[in-house]
């Protein structure tokens, strides 16, 4: 059911029409919502296009997949149920007892709770590595290295890593490089083009972008390890509706706009920030003083809508976080509208006491599409309350 856009460059016309042509049956230019349990079979194992039960392969879902995997620059696309459960899928097929992986020392919290409570009961060991010091990456590999997990930026420190020379330290070492790449999105960077194995993305955050769905989603140009996760993806049932595929994909459409969107208003805020007295530092690679600033540059096109923050102790960070107007207290990120939150204790809890633990000042923002020119004072206000400065 998929339309071809071989040749097409243009990023917003592969969003809106890769996998994505017209229902040849009723010629609907929206890809319908599949919402059928199984498929009849034109006798035993004769299937209409491979279709035979929806935790197998759903339609809606295929278009979400082709779509995404033409974005990344991949061949082979999966969309899942949610993020955490792409990254389990993932490390299923990846590693085996005995295998050691490399995570980043600031890892988003839900990735370091499955390797640390999870998947060190299996018997997988993991060593947290600061992903941007590329002597420490090297130092910190291990015979048994399997698996390179590279967040960029990262959250929520907003940390760079330079994804070309991770995938040659990598590759030498025998092991693959995946990077999750929801921070940017495909509009923003194309880990793929840069050597990755693996691109992963909670479709959640900006490919959905309107915090209405959950889902994950993975593209690998590896045709071996495709077929693993197709495989363990249908054994363990690690699927979405297609409703949710649906709405997944109706967000894909708009994707290039919003972003465009989400940076210019992240640039005005961050700025802000770094002129404020009471701030005492600002995460934001499109900053000079950003020590990824240059690699970012090289391999973003633009640097996103994400920003954090520190402020000079936890009850002024809680206060700020309490006391916006627009910017809304809540987890998650990535939708159209602004969202504040305090990652030591929501987001990245799971951390606490850990090699991994966050500043307990840090602020972190989802810096949404609203009129910017309400956004900075609303926050800027909420800082003055707090008694920031």
Not at 14 to 29: C, E, F, K, L, Y
């Amino acid at each position: 059911m998929g339309r071809s856009v071989a040749g097409v460059n243009g990023f917003s016309t592969r969003a809106i029409h890769a996998g994505q042509a017209p229902d040849p049956t009723t010629g609907s230019v929206i890809v319908p919502i599949h919402a059928t349990s199984t498929f009849v079979q034109d006798g035993v194992g004769n299937t209409r296009g491979g279709y035979e039960y929806s935790r197998s392969a759903n339609p809606t879902r295929t278009a979400l997949a082709e779509c995404l995997a033409a974005l990344e620059g991949g061949r082979h696309g999966f969309v899942l149920c949610s993020g955490m459960a792409a990254t389990d899928v993932l490390l299923r097929v990846a590693l085996r007892p005995g295998d050691h992986l490399l995570i980043p020392h600031d890892a988003y919290g839900g990735t370091f709770r499955l390797v640390d409570k999870v998947l060190s009961g299996w018997g997988v060991s993991y060593t947290p590595v600061d992903l941007a010091d590329l002597d420490a990456t090297r130092a910190a590999l291990r015979p048994s290295t399997r698996l390179v997990w590279c967040e960029s930026p990262t959250n929520p420190l907003l940390g760079i890593a330079d994804i070309t020379a991770l995938a040659a330290i990598a590759r030498d070492a025998g092991a693959r490089l995946v990077v999750d790449n929801t921070f940017a999105s495909p509009y923003l960077q194309t880990p793929l083009a840069l050597g990755a194995d693996v691109v992963l993305h909670s479709t959640t955050k900006y490919l959905g972008g309107h915090s209405d769905v959950v889902g994950g989603a993975l593209v690998t140009d590896d045709g071996e390890l495709a077929e693993r996760i197709a495989f363990i993806q249908n054994s363990v049932g690690a699927v979405p509706s297609p409703f949710d595929a649906w709405l997944t994909l109706r967000g894909v459409k708009t994707l290039a706009v919003r972003m465009e969107r989400h940076c210019d208003n992240a640039e005005r805020v961050a700025a802000a920030l770094a002129a404020h007295p009471g701030v005492a530092g600002v995460y934001y690679p499109g900053l000079p003083e950003h020590p990824g600033h240059a690699v970012a540059a090289k391999q973003m096109h633009r640097f996103g809508g994400m920003v954090s923050f520190r402020v000079r102790d936890e009850d002024t960070a809680l206060r700020a976080c309490a006391g916006t107007r627009l910017f809304t207290l809540a987890e998650s990120l990535g939708g159209v509208e602004s969202l504040i939150e305090h990652p030591g204790r929501m987001t990245h809890a799971s951390v606490a006491g850990s090699v991994l633990e966050v500043p307990a000042d840090l602020v972190r923002l989802s810096v949404g599409i609203e009129d910017v020119e309400d956004l900075v004072p609303d926050l800027l206000d909420a800082l003055d309350r707090a008694g920031a400065r």
